[in-house]
C-alpha cells in the first residue's frame, strides 16, 4: 500500500500546487455553501409552518394609522361596527376577531416597582395559548392574563439588562401576583392578576372579555369597550388583494407573520443565489479537478511507462491515483461537516435565545454532499481509465 501512494507522489512532485490546492479549497466551499443552502432552507419553511396555527389560517393584527387628523380629533383611531363588517365581507378574509380594550387606567405594582399597563380582550378562538386557566368570573380574587412574548423577550433582553438585573423565566414570570389599581375619574377598582399563558399572536395584555365587561361597568357605567385593533383570519397573509385593501384604508399592519412573510422572501432570494453561486463554485472546482488530472497523467507519460516497465500495472497506477483522491475528499468531507455542525449550533443558539421556535438538523444537509463527493469520485475513476487505457 505505501508503494501504492508513492505513486501518486511521484507523479505530482514536479507539478505547481496552486492550482490543486484552488481546486480544493473551492470544492471545500462550494460544498459547504450548497450544504448549508438546503439546512437553511429547511430551517425556514419548519419555522414558517411552526408560526401557523394548526387549522392552516394566519392571523394578522390591524390597526388604524395615526395621522394628523387623528391627533386633532378629527378621525378615530377605533374601529366601528360598520368598518369591521366591511373588513370582514373580503373575500380574502376569512374572519375578524376585535381587540376591545379596557376604558379605565391600569396601574400595577409587582416587588415594589410601579408601571402602567393597558388591557384588551378578544374571542378565544384567535388566542394561540391554552385557555384552561383562562377564566374568570365576577367574586374571584385573580384576574388570569395572557402576555405576549415579544413582550417577554423585551423584557429578557432588554429593559432588565438596562437596569442591571437578571432574565426572568416563564416559570417565574407564571408564578408572581402583581396588584392592580383600575381608576376612571374618582373610581377606584383594586384586584390582582396572574400570567397563565403566553402568545405569540397577539402583541398586547389579554385578559377574559368577562373581566372587561365587569371592570367597564364598575368605572364606567357601560360595558361597551372600544376596538383599537383588529385580528384578522385569512389563508395568505401575503395575498395581494388583501395588502392592497389594508393600504388603501390605511391599516397598518403589526404581528410575527407579516415579519416572518416578508424574511421568507428575502431569505429564499438569498439561499437561491447562494445556490446559483455555489453550484457554479463547484462545477469549476470539479472541472479544475478533472483537468488537472488529465495534465498530470499527459506530463508524466515517460513516468507512467517507467512505471509500467517496473512492473505496475495500468490499473494498479490508476487505484493509487484513486486512492489518494479518495483520501483528500473524505478529508474534506469531514471538515464540510464539522463546519456546517458549528454552523447549525449557532442558528440553533440564535433561535432559542429570540424565541423565534425550534429546528432540526436534517439528514439531506449530509446526504447531499456525500453524493456530489461520490460522483466526484465515479468522475475521477474513469477519467482514470480514459487517460491511462485500462479496462
Known amino acids: 500500500m505505501a508503494m501504492k501512494i508513492e505513486i501518486s507522489s511521484i507523479l505530482t512532485y514536479s507539478r505547481p500546487k496552486t492550482r490543486l490546492v484552488l481546486s480544493v479549497v473551492g470544492l471545500f466551499f462550494s460544498l459547504i455553501i450548497i450544504s448549508s443552502v438546503f439546512q437553511s432552507f429547511y430551517d425556514i419553511n419548519s419555522l414558517l409552518k411552526e408560526n401557523k396555527s394548526e387549522d392552516g389560517f394566519e392571523y394578522l393584527q390591524i390597526s388604524k394609522e395615526i395621522g394628523i387628523s387623528t391627533s386633532l380629533g378629527l378621525t378615530s383611531s377605533s374601529f366601528s361596527s360598520s368598518e369591521i363588517n366591511t373588513i370582514k365581507s373580503q373575500d380574502f378574509i376569512d374572519d375578524v376577531g376585535p381587540l376591545f380594550s379596557n376604558d379605565f387606567r391600569v396601574y400595577g405594582q409587582f416587588a415594589g416597582n410601579s408601571f402602567d399597563m393597558f388591557f384588551t380582550s378578544v374571542k378565544n378562538s384567535f388566542i394561540d395559548s391554552d385557555l384552561s386557566s383562562f377564566r374568570w368570573k365576577k367574586g374571584d380574587k385573580i384576574v388570569p392574563v395572557i402576555l405576549s412574548n415579544q413582550f417577554v423577550t423585551l423584557l429578557n433582553h432588554a429593559v432588565l439588562p438596562s437596569q442591571g438585573r437578571r432574565p426572568i423565566p416563564k416559570i417565574a414570570i407564571k408564578q408572581a401576583v402583581v396588584d392592580l389599581d383600575l381608576t376612571k375619574g374618582r373610581e377606584l377598582l383594586k384586584t390582582k392578576a396572574r400570567v397563565v399563558g403566553f402568545s405569540d399572536r397577539i402583541s398586547s395584555v389579554l385578559v377574559p372579555k368577562s373581566f372587561l365587561d365587569f371592570a367597564n361597568q364598575e368605572l364606567s357605567g357601560k360595558t361597551d369597550s372600544r376596538v383599537s385593533m383588529l385580528i384578522l383570519k385569512v389563508i395568505d397573509s401575503r395575498s395581494k388583494s388583501l395588502l392592497r ?77 484513486l486512492r489518494l483522491v479518495v483520501i483528500v475528499l473524505t478529508i474534506i468531507l469531514l471538515i464540510v461537516f464539522c463546519c456546517v455542525g458549528f454552523l447549525f449550533v449557532w442558528i440553533y443558539d440564535f433561535i432559542e435565545v429570540y424565541n423565534l421556535g425550534s429546528v432540526k438538523l436534517n439528514a439531506i444537509t449530509f446526504i447531499i454532499p456525500v453524493f456530489l463527493v461520490t460522483m466526484l469520485i465515479f468522475m475521477t475513476n474513469r477519467s482514470l481509465k480514459k487517460y491511462i487505457n485500462y479496462n
Open 245 to 321: 385593501f389594508l393600504s388603501q384604508n390605511d391599516y397598518e399592519i403589526s404581528g410575527e407573520l407579516p415579519l416572518f412573510d416578508n424574511a421568507k422572501s428575502i431569505l429564499e432570494i438569498v439561499t437561491v443565489i447562494l445556490f446559483v453561486f455555489g453550484s457554479l463554485l463547484l462545477i469549476l472546482s470539479i472541472a479544475l479537478n478533472l483537468s488537472q488530472l488529465k495534465l498530470i497523467v499527459i506530463e508524466n507519460q515517460d513516468r507512467l511507462k517507467m512505471l509500467i516497465l517496473l512492473g505496475y500495472s495500468p490499473k494498479s497506477i490508476a487505484n493509487s491515483i
